[in-house]
């Protein structure tokens, strides 16, 4: 709302981009979970305003709050070390070419203030894996599909990425670019033609300058680099940094655009109109928006409901059971009993697993790896497995190891 007020200057503007941004379809059944959509929002428009402070004004209050939105974001997700990347772009390219040198300074100092708020998790990593940063995360650059984050004892690396051939290396990203496009902008849809119209209309202020090169360089790293992270929710949550400021140019866009049709019509004032076809977008978005929180909870119960009918199974047979599974932490929550992560590369890697940590049972879940959907297809039989359940897409299978 004061990013509104301060851009469109209107008090009726800023509420109603704030309703907008409350009530933004995708995002908002999630923005009261313990997912990390609205505190990276938050974090990200910490950083595009200080970045947008630095286009015009070195001082060193955006430096620190520069710094410190990195920090937050890149706690929230991995990939908000983007934000960093944004911002030095964004000065690189829109700052005074005659303060480089106090630009770099500024950088310098925002970097400073970044590492001083992750020291705390950098030395965590240190005395839990010996190193500040870990490295794990970088190998989903060469994931062949979502499920190999999954693997045991697969090296995901060049060689195995390219044994198939450049083909599929191709047909994944184009396919991501698609996907990409459809869901990156956190607004229904329908708004997107008035947002661009207000973006228009702002094309000259620095404040969009940052979410503009943010929104570019998301985009186009996790369709070129990290593809299947991407299509399969990173671009979704990392999106909710767009959600305010497109929210703000909706209705900068939708007040023009209602301007325009007045000239045009001469019955039309768009001093009442506007304010009510305001009204008319927020309505469709707040129906648009708990419509989807009604479905997702209706999905999340039917989810907890399976979990806890295999639960039963599987506790039934051995009370002391520890199965391996795909969502150890649900099952935690469900039973307050531990489980193990199910290797998605098969039947060998999931029985290695059982031996060395103690597995009991292996429950295959409707979303199964590939090689989990062969086994199944197959119909193969194995004596160190007892199939016990077969409901609602749930098989359970107990083991039987020597």
């Not at 005395?127 to 870990?134: F, W």
């Not at 045991?152 to 195995?160: C, Q, T």
């Not at 973006?199 to 969009?208: E, I, K, M, T």
Request: aromatic share 12%; with cysteine; net charge positive.
């Amino acid at each position: 709302a004061v990013l509104g007020f301060r851009l469109g200057g209107s008090v009726l503007k800023a509420l109603a981009a704030a309703a907008l941004a409350l009530f933004s379809w995708r995002y908002f059944p999630y923005l009261v979970t313990l997912d990390a959509f609205a505190l990276f929002a938050l974090a990200a428009t910490a950083v595009f305003v200080a970045t947008s402070r630095l286009l015009t004004n070195l001082d060193w209050k955006p430096c620190l709050l520069l710094g410190f939105g990195c920090a937050l974001g890149h706690l929230a997700r991995a990939d908000g070390a983007l934000l960093f990347v944004a911002a030095a772009i964004t000065i690189a390219l829109k700052g005074d070419p005659a303060q480089r040198r106090g630009q770099a300074g500024a950088l310098a100092i925002a970097g400073a203030a970044y590492a001083l708020f992750m020291m705390p998790w950098f030395l965590r990593n240190i005395a839990v894996a010996g190193t500040p940063i870990l490295s794990g995360g970088l190998q989903t650059v060469f994931l062949r599909e979502y499920n190999d984050i999954f693997t045991l004892g697969v090296s995901l690396d060049a060689a195995r990425y390219l044994a198939d051939g450049i083909g599929p290396v191709i047909t994944s990203k184009i396919s991501a670019g698609v996907i990409n496009l459809g869901i990156i902008f956190g607004l229904q849809l329908w708004l997107l033609p008035f947002s661009a119209v207000g973006w228009f209309a702002f094309r000259r202020s620095h404040d969009l300058a940052p979410v503009a090169v943010y929104g570019i360089l998301l985009y186009t790293v996790m369709t070129l680099v990290f593809t299947f992270p991407g299509v399969r929710g990173s671009v979704v949550h990392s999106s909710a940094a767009l959600v305010p400021w497109l929210s703000i140019t909706c209705v900068e866009g939708l007040e023009r655009t209602v301007r325009w049709a007045a000239t045009k019509l001469p019955h039309w004032n768009a001093a009442v109109a506007f304010p009510r076809f305001a009204a008319i977008l927020i309505g469709l978005s707040a129906g648009l928006s708990y419509a989807l929180a009604i479905e997702r909870s209706r999905e999340w119960n039917e989810e907890a409901d399976a979990y806890r009918a295999v639960a039963a199974v599987v506790l039934a047979d051995n009370p002391n059971a520890v199965p391996l599974l795909n969502n150890p932490p649900a099952w935690w929550y469900f039973t307050r009993d531990p489980a193990m992560q199910n290797p998605s590369n098969g039947l060998e890697p999931a029985i290695g697993a059982a031996r060395a940590y103690g597995g009991t049972h292996i429950v295959l879940e409707p979303g199964r790896s590939r090689e989990w959907r062969e086994f199944v297809r197959s119909e193969a039989t194995d004596p160190r497995l007892v199939q016990i359940s077969d409901q609602g897409g749930y098989r359970v299978y107990r083991l039987v190891l020597p």
